[in-house]
């Protein structure tokens, strides 16, 4: 297996027009993917996951910096001894040969076409799927899901150094993601190989992933394990971007040494920060407790949305100009119009400097 080093990688696109100004798709990078790692990379559309998997992959030079492979730059390995696999969005299947034909294609390449019927065999079993009945078929006979199939069994027939995915089961409906997602987890167990996963799916990320990268804007936000992204974010930008429902945030100020908000005042902070700072609190839906009695802050009931499955429903209450929502067990009886006290342990709440995003507590 391979180890995978991005050292101040850039990657610009020239507009078409002369008049608008060219995007930065990946801006002065640096990652380090250790060998086996099988990392998830998250961001918001346009941010530039998939150019930065394409430079990963090497079909698109960077403009500046290096990509490694182990200590090798990429740029240095013959094509054919890259050991790459690459699964998109769509599959990136030749069209008009049959699948076996497609998965079988770089072992026909090394001449090692003996070995491909076994290595199916045993993608076969794994995924619980008849590769056998989708082999003889071209990729427009097959449908978005056996397309995607096909596509990270070729991958795998392979000996890869790297695999890498963007997005491979973002056309799936639910159900059949899902089960897709488990596929391709024991297969990366039965077939370790360092590998690269861009999602938009929190929970995708989280089950595949023994990391997970938060990519904004061309630059990597933070790299971690979701506990680690979940609980200690760096910036006000992860600490939004992961967790469902979102952090709830109360903007205020540093006053007397202490944080003073509008529903939620009084609360410790960091000593050196300097009086009249604006900080927000984000506290998770999760750390906010109902409370009885003349205990904590007490806001009307705006919605109560159920979620069976999870055995919960998430409540939002309104207080003043501020809004937030806490987790609630589904026994609980609560109604929309009515009041509730809400309390939260001031260790649980996480500050951030409101001009920086910066985490300083
Ligand atoms: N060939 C290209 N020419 C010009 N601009 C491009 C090109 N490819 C990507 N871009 C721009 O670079 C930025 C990053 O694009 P990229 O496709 O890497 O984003 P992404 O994170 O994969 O987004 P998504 O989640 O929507 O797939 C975007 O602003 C995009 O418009
Ligand atoms: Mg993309």
């Not at 070729?154 to 000996?159: E, N, Q, S, W």
């Not at 890869?160 to 596929?183: G, H, I, M, Q, T």
């Not at 990366?188 to 929190?202: E, I, K, M």
């Not at 410790?268 to 927000?280: C, G, K, Q, S």
Request: with cysteine.
């Amino acid at each position: 297996m391979t180890s995978v080093t991005l050292e101040h990688v850039t990657k610009k696109f020239v507009p078409a027009h002369a008049n608008e100004a060219p995007v930065t798709a990946v801006r002065d990078l640096n990652m380090k993917i250790t060998s086996g790692d099988v990392l998830a990379i998250l961001g918001p559309s346009g941010c530039g996951k998939s150019t930065l998997l394409r430079m990963i992959a090497g079909t698109m030079p960077p403009d500046s910096g290096r990509v490694l492979y182990d200590d090798q730059n990429l740029a240095d390995i013959p094509l054919r001894e890259r050991g790459i696999g690459m699964v998109f969005q769509e599959g990136a299947l030749i069209p008009h040969w049959e699948a076996e034909t497609n998965i079988g294609f770089f072992f026909s390449l090394r001449k090692r076409e003996a070995e491909v019927p076994q290595r199916l065999k045993q993608i076969s079993k794994i995924t619980g799927i008849g590769l056998d009945e989708l082999l003889n078929r071209r990729p427009r006979q097959l449908s978005g899901g056996e397309r995607q199939r096909v596509g990270i069994a070729r991958a795998l027939a392979r000996d890869l150094n790297v695999l890498l995915l963007d997005e491979p089961f973002a056309s799936l409906d639910a159900k059949y993601r899902a089960e897709a997602r488990v596929e391709l987890k024991r297969l990366l167990n039965a077939f370790p190989v360092t590998s690269v996963y861009v999602t938009h799916d929190q929970v995708e990320a989280i089950a595949l992933a023994h990391r997970i990268a938060v990519m904004r804007d061309g630059q990597m936000e933070q790299i971690g394990t979701y506990t680690n992204l979940y609980n200690q974010p760096q910036n006000l930008f992860v600490a939004t971007f992961i967790g469902t429902p979102m952090i709830n945030l109360f903007k205020g100020r540093v006053e007397n040494g202490r944080w003073q908000g509008e529903n939620f005042g009084d609360l410790p902070v960091r000593r050196d920060l300097a009086e009249h700072t604006p900080l927000i609190a984000g506290i998770r839906a999760e750390h906010i407790q109902t409370l009885g009695g003349e205990e904590g802050t007490e806001a009307v009931v705006d919605t109560v949305v159920p979620y069976l499955s999870e055995r919960h429903q998430l409540v939002t209450l309104t207080r003043g100009r501020e809004q937030w929502t806490l987790i609630v067990p589904l026994n609980e009886p609560i109604h929309a119009g009515s009041m509730l006290r809400c309390g939260f342990k001031p260790e649980e709440v996480l500050f951030f400097d409101a001009k920086t995003g910066v985490r300083v507590g």
